[in-house]
């Protein structure tokens, strides 16, 4: 059974930070890319940060670049999100996604964790 599992949302005041983690299980967490997304109420879902599967490649989206910093942990099976310096806008339920790729002449299948909220106000 696979699972992502996500924590460390909650509630916090601007210029504060708090760590995200995703707990993998039930597929081989070492092949797979990883990424952070994020969706805010009545906005679509967006790519917040990437990290290739070795830990070695990371991307971010312009409006998180030098504030977030996405890791892994292959050895936990987990993969985080510290965010520092958070704003109002930043406000949104993060979901954890391990995403298809391409191996071998086949796509892995694609999953979703269910979402933690964070929710950043004074």
């Known amino acids: 059974q696979v699972q992502l599992v996500e924590s460390g949302g909650g509630l916090v005041q601007p210029g504060g930070s708090l760590r995200l983690s995703c707990a993998a299980s039930?597929?081989?967490?070492?092949?797979?890319?990883m990424r952070w997304y994020r969706q805010a109420s009545g906005k679509e879902r967006e790519l917040v940060a990437h990290?290739?599967?070795?830990?070695?490649?990371?991307m971010y989206a312009d409006s998180v670049k030098g504030r977030f910093t996405i890791s892994r942990d292959n050895v936990k099976n987990t993969v985080y999100l510290q965010m520092n310096s958070l704003k109002p806008e930043d406000l949104a339920v993060y979901y954890c996604?391990?995403?298809?790729?391409?191996?071998?002449?086949?796509?892995?299948?694609?999953?979703w964790g269910q979402g933690t909220q964070v929710t950043v106000s004074s």
């Open positions: 039930g597929f081989t967490f070492s092949t797979y890319p």
């Open positions: 990290i290739d599967n070795s830990g070695n490649l990371t």
């Open positions: 996604n391990a995403p298809r790729y391409y191996s071998g002449g086949s796509y892995s299948p694609a999953y």
